[in-house]
C-alpha cells in the first residue's frame, strides 16, 4: 500500500461511526503496516490516546474465494469470544465495503510473537521453556476440540457429514488438475497417487465434529514474551467442521525428530527440549478424552493436503503467477511432506 491509500484509509476510518465503539479515545492517529499473513493486510491501529489494536482486511488484489474466506474468520472470532481458545478478541467486524472499499475487522493487539526462525530470550536458552511451547500449542488444539459449534451458532460453518470420506477426493482431484501444465508434471512426486490409495483403503468411520482450524502451525500462533504460553492462536480463515484430530497432525507435520526423512529443518532454533510426536499426541488425548489409536491416517493426511495446497503455489510459480523462487522452496517442502506420509503409511 502506499502512503496516499494509508491516508485515505486512516480519514475513512475517523469518518466510521464504528469507531467510538472501539476500546480508546480520540481519532485514528496511525496506521501502520504489519508482517502477518500471507492472504490478509495487518495495520497496528493507533488511537491519539496511544491505544493501539490491529486492522485486518483483505489483500488489494482479492484471489477467487478470499472475501467469503475472511468474512468466516470474522464469524468464528465473534463466536469463540466467551471460550477459553486463546485468540485475538474481535472488537469491530465490517463485512461490507461501504467504509474502506473493503471488508475489515478490528482485533486486540496480541502482546507477543510467533516462534519461527531464532527463538528469543529465555526461550533460546532454557529447553523447558521449549518443551512448554509445544504442549502450549497442543492444549490450544484439545481446548479448540471441546468448544461445541451448536452452542456457538457455528454448526453450519461446514459439512461434517462424511467428512472422513471426503477429504482424500477433494485434495487428489486437486493435484491431478495440476497435471494441465507439462513443467509441472516433470517435477510432480510420485508418491501421489500411492499415498491417496492408501488412504481411501484406511479411511476411518466417521469421529468427533468440532471446529477445525485448518492451518494450526507455529506460522499462525503466537506466545507470550515472558512465559511460555500461548497468548493467541492466528489467522482463523481456513476454519470449518470436521474432526479435529486434523488440527494435531497439521501440528505434527512441522515436527522434526530422529528417523524422520532428510531434507527439512525444524521451523525454530534451538529445538532440543522439545517433546516427540508421541508424547503430544497421548498428551492431546489425555486432555480431550479422544481416542487417537487410528491417528495415523490423519497424519498421512496432513501430509496428503498440505502438500496439495503448497503444490498449488508451485504451480502458480510455474505459470508465472508467483515468485517462482519461493514456489519451488515450497516444491521442495511438499516433497519432504510426501516422503513423510510415506513413511507413516510404511511404519509397523
Known sequence: MTDDDLKADLDRLNDWSGLHDLPGDGPVAALEPLQGGAQNLL?????????????????????????????????????????????????ASVLDEDVLGAPFSVLEKIDGFTPRGRLPGRYAEDPQWRRAVALALVDGAARLATVDPHRHGLADLGRPEGWPARQTPKYLKMLHGYREDPAYREG?????????????????????????????????????????????????????????????????????????????????????????????????????GRDVSGFRWYQVLACFRLAALLEGSYARALAGKMNRGLGEGLHTYAGWLWAKARQEMDAD
Do not use: C
Open 43 to 91: 495495520f497496528t491501529l493507533r488511537r491519539a490516546d496511544g491505544t493501539e489494536l490491529v486492522l485486518r482486511r483483505p489483500g488489494r488484489h482479492l484471489r477467487s474465494g478470499a472475501l467469503d474466506a475472511f468474512r468466516r474468520e470474522s464469524r468464528v472470532l465473534a463466536a469463540l469470544a466467551d471460550t477459553d481458545v486463546p485468540h485475538p478478541r474481535l472488537r
Open 188 to 288: 510432480e512426486s510420485p508418491e501421489v497417487d500411492r499415498v491417496a490409495d492408501w488412504l481411501t483403503a484406511h479411511t476411518p468411520e466417521e469421529g468427533a465434529t468440532g471446529i477445525v482450524h485448518g492451518d494450526l502451525q507455529f506460522a499462525n500462533v503466537m506466545f507470550a514474551h515472558h512465559a511460555p504460553r500461548l497468548a493467541a492462536i492466528v489467522d482463523w480463515e481456513m476454519a470449518s467442521l470436521g474432526d479435529p484430530l486434523l488440527d494435531l497432525a497439521w501440528i505434527l507435520t512441522a515436527w522434526r525428530e530422529k528417523g524422520d526423512p532428510p531434507g527439512s529443518e525444524p521451523q525454530f532454533q534451538p529445538w532440543d527440549g522439545v517433546p516427540g510426536r508421541a508424547e503430544l499426541v497421548a498428551h492431546y488425548a489425555e486432555s480431550t
